[in-house]
């Protein structure tokens, strides 16, 4: 994973963290902070800090797919009691909240939630296929047909998003989850990366930079392009699982 400030942004507000079992299942997660001051900053850190304690509690018990999701739920559930708990006791956080996507993958599937209009992506024989679906209201006018996708990467109101993390009491988060085999890779990834480099562009950075550069590529393109807003990457690789009979 690597995280940038950007070109024209006084903070970093966005925040990952990962985690690998000794089973081999994987976890990681990215949040785009939002509010004033040092809000933003404080709850993608709080929310990453409180799902990264959540699923390391649970992730060794939760070895069937419904296990997995009510995990995810439940994390998502936890971190957003947190920032908004704080948000709450404290006038001059009111307001803060963040993004979030985080994904686990254990076994040749891969679930994951989100909230906001962060993204995981999967990147499966040389082609990226968006696995989340923003919520956002640009996203909402597309679905009803007043604006088409080419328009919605160009608006002037494209950052305003419907759902956050830390804002209400209680948090409506998407779930999904995916089958995934040896040689893909999930990216999941503030809008920092997806505003700045097309979807084409992470592709063919996927297909030719080695899966450990590819990060620190993926940022870079971001920040040739004028790099607008913090800008956070983080990649999970499918390897095949050696099998020991001996």
């Known amino acids: 994973a690597k995280t940038d400030i950007g070109s024209q942004r006084s903070e970093n507000q966005d925040s990952y963290r990962g985690g690998r079992r000794p089973d081999d299942a994987v976890w990681g997660a990215v949040c785009d902070g939002m509010g004033g001051a040092r809000g933003g900053r404080l709850a993608?850190?709080?929310?990453?800090?409180?799902?990264?304690q959540a699923i390391e509690a649970g992730i060794d018990e939760a070895h069937t797919p419904q296990a997995g999701r009510a995990l995810l739920e439940s994390a998502v559930e936890q971190a957003n009691r947190s920032v908004y708990e704080k948000a709450r006791g404290t006038p001059s956080l009111s307001g803060?909240?963040?993004?979030?996507?985080?994904?686990?993958?254990?076994?040749?599937?891969?679930?994951?939630?989100?909230?906001?209009?962060?993204?995981?992506?999967?990147?499966?024989?040389?082609?990226?296929?968006?696995?989340?679906?923003?919520?956002?209201?640009?996203?909402?006018?597309?679905?009803?047909?007043?604006?088409?996708?080419?328009?919605?990467?160009?608006?002037?109101?494209?950052?305003?998003?419907?759902?956050?993390?830390?804002?209400?009491?209680?948090?409506e988060a998407d779930f999904g989850e995916k089958e995934v085999s040896p040689r893909d890779i999930l990216l999941l990834c503030t809008d920092g990366l997806t505003n700045m480099v097309a979807d084409d562009d992470i592709a063919q950075v996927l297909r030719e930079v080695p899966f450990f550069d590819a990060t620190s590529i993926l940022v870079d393109r971001a920040l040739q392009a004028g790099g607008q807003d913090n800008i956070t990457v983080l990649l999970m690789g499918v390897e095949a699982t050696e099998v020991n009979n001996g």
């Open 44 to 52: 993608s850190t709080m929310a990453v800090d409180a799902l990264q």
């Open 96 to 171: 803060m909240g963040t993004t979030v996507v985080c994904a686990l993958v254990r076994g040749g599937l891969a679930q994951y939630v989100h909230v906001g209009e962060s993204r995981i992506y999967l990147f499966r024989n040389n082609k990226l296929l968006q696995l989340t679906k923003d919520h956002s209201m640009v996203q909402e006018m597309v679905e009803q047909g007043a604006l088409t996708e080419e328009e919605a990467q160009n608006h002037p109101r494209k950052n305003l998003i419907t759902r956050a993390l830390g804002v209400g009491r209680d948090v």
